[in-house]
């Protein structure tokens, strides 16, 4: 999946680059090693991330890369997101095994297991879903699949719509499942490509790949993580519309096991002229983005969106529910 997304960013800038040539370094991280542990275990915070900006820091490479959500809300310094690609389908997918096929989650027989790796995913669908039962399964999408396939383990497994879709295996979701059911990752089904922050020309050359709408959705998302001081080892979900300049955002915080939680949404207006900023404030970051071709004010305007949105779940007791999902994925 990395490699494809690599491709897809790397196919992009040739076509509005094509005299520059392009070359791909595979590489392999911390977390695609660890395998026989629960991501929010690891209890490292840029687990998928390291090795690349390793190699970005003695530029070895120009530009790495990611899936956004595998992006912590505060970048080592000297580092930027020069650019937020347009958002692929953002919501979670139920993978059945072939026995359960055409069935939906609330069809599947009592104490069927199903496979996430992810805290927010097992927290809402424990809460929909009791008669089920989650355990963690790890390992990249070919892995999962093929332990979903050929075992009998587990009844289905939860992934992101975006890997599937991005890997061709779209005929394998046998339900989607909607904000009502499941809210998403931060910047889940968008992909980032991180720079080094001071090199004008490649920031310059990879900026023409952000999307507006999705660069402003996810300052937001990131925004209200950060503020919640989230990560993987707690359950924290969004979702986020953008609509007439209206930007809504929802943000969710749960225990583990669901049975506590806080929703709430807020909006704002992100309709703002691009006033050609010169100067120092060229480089002003949202949240560890760099976007110098979205305005300015709107990309406040999101963040801030972001921020009041978790201090106003802070205030009705987040903090409370977040410390004892910590401290229980701790033990």
Known sequence: LARIQTDSVVMMLRELYPDLCFEIVAMSTTGDKILDTALSKIGEKSLFTKELENALERNEVDLVVHSLKDLPTSLPPGFTIGAVCKRENPLDAVVFHPKNCGKTLSLLPEKSVIGTSSLRRAAQLKKLFPHLEFRDIRGNLNTRLKKLDEKEDFSAIVLAAAGLKRMGWENRIGQLLGPEDCLYAVGQGALAVEVRAKDQEILNMVSALHDADTVLCCIAERAFMKRLEGGC??????????????LYLTGAVYSLDGSDSLKETMQ?????????????????????????NVPGQAQEAAENLGVE????????????ILSVARQLNDA
């Open 233 to 246: 080892s707690v359950p924290v979900a969004v979702n986020t519309l953008l609509k007439d300049g209206q």
């Open 268 to 292: 704002t207006s992100v309709t703002y002229p691009h006033q050609n900023e010169d100067g120092p404030n060229d480089d002003v970051q949202h949240v560890g983005i760099t976007a110098k």
């Open 309 to 320: 949105l978790a201090s106003l779940l802070l205030s009705k007791g987040a903090k409370h």
